[in-house]
């Protein structure tokens, strides 16, 4: 693993040899097979939030409202997420003009069999926000959705929402998912690197960016 050792500003995108040998000694990465599975891109650039969001709940196996085109089963999808008790809290036309903040998620997402906590990154420090983020990715039950800044990794773009999925203990880096699949791959970030991209001030809310812990109620529902 020497050769593959990361800086605290080095970003390894997942379609490299570096990220094979990272997940293959990855010791925290039984969240990754269902986000996998689940994973979905945004269908708009403001839909980073509502993507992850199904991604996540998805992967967790919360009972989700009917959708009509794959009919009989059931899944969510970035249209019925939008049920009755979330359009009270937000319109669809609401997110595609300005995007989501942190605490706007969370609202929205308590709406289904999931608890929520939201932890903006200027309220902890680096080794704080690490063991939160490693333990929720350690619990079968929880997972993690970070809000984080696109130019603090180098890359174009403003605040985005992605979830996490893995965490590499050794090198200290998280697998970020990328919802938005068409511009950029999932990739590995160094756990300072992503805590300074949390710290960012959202314009919106004036508030810094963060992550959420969204755990399951219920036992999970599987989809066959």
């Known amino acids: 693993m020497a050769d593959e050792s990361i800086t605290n500003d080095q970003v390894i995108y997942f379609d490299t040899p570096a990220s094979a040998v990272l997940f293959q000694s990855a010791d925290v990465r039984d969240h990754f097979w269902t986000i996998c599975r689940y994973f979905v891109s945004e269908n708009m650039l403001t839909y980073c939030g509502i993507a992850s969001s199904v991604t996540v709940l998805n992967s967790l196996g919360v009972p989700s409202p009917d959708a009509p085109q794959i009919y009989p089963y059931k899944m969510f999808t970035q249209e019925n997420f939008f049920t009755d008790e979330v ?3 937000r319109r669809p036309s609401e997110v595609e003009k300005n995007g989501s903040t942190l605490d706007q998620l969370a609202t ?16 902890i420090n680096t080794d704080l926000c690490r063991t939160m983020l490693v333990d929720a990715l350690r619990a079968e039950e929880k997972r993690v959705i970070v ?5 603090t990794l180098g890359q174009k773009g403003g605040g985005h929402f992605s979830p996490l999925a893995a ?3 050794t090198q200290d880096c998280f697998l970020l998912m990328d919802v938005a699949r068409y511009k950029l791959p999932p990739c ?5 690197l992503l805590y300074r991209a949390l710290l960012d001030a959202d314009a919106v809310s004036g508030k810094s960016r963060g992550f959420l812990i969204v755990e399951r109620k219920t036992p999970p529902h599987r989809k066959e």
């Open 188 to 192: 590995w970030v160094p756990a300072e």
């Open 147 to 151: 809000d984080f800044a696109r130019g």
């Open 87 to 89: 359009l009270k809290i």
């Open 108 to 123: 929205m997402l308590v709406v289904f069999d999931v608890a929520v906590n939201v932890f903006h990154a200027d309220t």
């Open 167 to 169: 965490y590499h203990t």
